[in-house]
């Protein structure tokens, strides 16, 4: 049997007359994005012409909502009410389901951004409302968690698809999160390690951790990155490295998901 | 037969810690909501809140959709372009129907506020770019249109159901068009002179302007404030008065459009 | 001797369409005037209209600095590096002072809002961070803190001269901060038990917490407050029981502050 | 006697996450910066790591408001009340000054942004508007203007030192406005072309427009641009021309201004 694996990326963090990231070189790598609703970056304009791209490229869309800062690009922890919490989230998949109307798309999953993503990780509450966000708009969205974090365990208790992720570029702490990115080296710049992590996360479901702690670890789709002069040669090397292995590289779309997993 | 008419008002337009209008009372008056979706007022809280009200009370919702400029609470020109409005609006209205869906409501109608509206009204191309917005999201939205204006040719041109507005409390121009606001007397604080004009509209298709001219004019949908000390009573005072004359007031999914009327 | 106490209010809060507050009663109360930046709230011409109103009532000014968050009114927590946070005070301070020129009027203290207050009170780096902003613009401006904080050390080890602040309508926990207003009674409407505690205060340097224990606690200046109903007569009440009282009610600039106080 | 001129060029037009422009670049190359201040792009952190470049390289500062318009990067006209205009000027300089105090500089000139220049170079009310925002907080500050514009008159009117503006690397028409960006060829890329339009203006007072009409035209001050692949390469070979002809470039507190110049 083949295995299946998504490739993902955030896609239209620009902002007005500012561009950031390379969502031209990653539309061509990944096959589903997670496209910025105007929050923490991106505009409308943005946003139709990411979505007209990804129809074009075959890619599948999904909403990549964050905290309305755009001066922190959604990276500073903001104290907001979860009810407050849930209803800006349920905005941004709305705006998005709408600029998707250009390419007639669906929006098809969610992956929360930066701050927001970290703190709902680690709170189950925070999980919770984005998770609602999720079912009250469309159930169907599937809801990209961290693998073994409270997303996942949020995810479940509302009964949503839900994608695990693993990150392709990034090292991992002994506990299953992210390793901070001000630490020497935890930001792969060499693209065969971090093939070589991916790999072992696809075929044996591990990941070595910055100590050489061995952690468990199913996923269902693999983030990469483009914002770094060598993160977009470090995505091409691990999906054609996945695709000469024999695993097929599929949109979120082409997934089987479902809670047993 | 009959005659029928639609009440709106524009609701929603606080914002965090800050409060306008006055939402409960003119939901209590109103059969249909034009709810500001957190460009020139509004936030996911507001709108979430407006919903479920409006739900509660049987009033049908729109979006009321502005310029990016709480500061001007979109009542200043901005110079955009025409793309980058259309993804506006569009994005506006999928942040709407978002929300909605707490409520299980659908958003059936559209009107521009404030300044967005007014360049609109006299400049077609951007009547269109609004319209396609519509059109794109969904082609079932009536667009509410002031009566004569660019905002009417560009519905019918898209071939979208519109409704014509007639104010209930502002005077008119000779050309039509509302009369400042700056003006000496044309924000009615009479409800017998507001109710005066609205059936002169309901029953002759007539308004007399600031002047004394008599303007022919087709009315499906009349405008009330609640945000001045007397408007809340205007506008309770025009609905009974309305009822009373044997019109019937109705939302404006109950109304008869047509490309033919 | 005659004592000598400073009333303080928040003031310009508002926002383009925006009210919020009593700014014109409360001005006729107070001598100091704590005045909103346009960061949480406030904008270039509430700002104008409040420096005008204070130089009219005699009142002193000082910048009302807080987090960039209009949605959140700066009440919410936002996690902002240190430097972020001393440059983004020093924005708000230059930009009062700036707007101050039209009334001929210097920033002579500076009180930090909601949240960011909150947080510095007990975070001596973010209350260094903003003492630093402080002394770059102007080493003269006296900070205004909560009496025992992390504020107040700041401002010690700085070398700054400071207002400790006690507040007219709100009760206090056990350890000298503000009992969260969502417990019940924590926001005074009686005026007399506003009035006895500022006197304690002022005479005694002492205030009774919510569970009876007493705390030690010199004040230099009281807050009073005009965005509920009753808390206008409240402040209007404190500030005629002190001058009953034979304490002098007097701007921060005509406080005997000092290192040594 | 040594013709002097000014280089100058527009700065600190990043935002949080957001890079624009060549900001280190160009600051060797010019002598008087004109830096973003929050409204239109700019932040306080990008603000003071300008002021302290521009400190390190002996560049002078000025400020550059511009409409609060982040979206559109204050190149969309807005149409603002002259009051709010004014204030929000006012705003801008105060908060560069404060950010300057990091670096010990003083702010010593100002420029406007975008959209809003453009639109006072030909509405005096709105020139007159920047000029009494400048008179209001530092009537030494230079008024860079447009040649010949309504910038010009306005700074006359008020008795403001003024420095005219010519532009290296753009195209005029036959009026001396520059002529649209979206022309052919209107932008220079050629550095040769761009020095000579430089050398003619400030050797003879004249620029070719587009159609090939000689207008008469002092100045004071060159603008270059960095925000292009070739735009560094075409300043730096305009400076070092200038240079080479025994044209003296200085920053704008070096000129000789003077309301009779």
Redesign the interface.
Known sequence: MTRKINLNADMGE???????GNDEGLMQIIKSANIAC?FH?G???V??KNVMAAKARGVSIGAHPGF??????G??????SL??LE??V??????????A??ADLKVTHLKAHG?LSNMAAVDKDMALAIGRAIK??DPDIVYVVLAGSQLESAAKELGLDFAREGFADRQYDDDGNLASRKLEGTVFKDPEIALKQVLRMVEHGEIVSRNGKIIQCQVDTICVHGDEPTSLGVARYVRDGLEKAGVEVVALTEMDFGREN
């Open positions: 620009g902002f007005g007359a500012y561009d950031i105007g970056a505009d409308p304009d946003m139709a309305n800062d755009l001066w922190g690009f990276r500073r922890k903001i104290d907001m009810s407050a209803h800006a349920t905005y941004q998949i709305g705006a998005l389901q709408a600029i109307a250009y701050a009250t708009v």
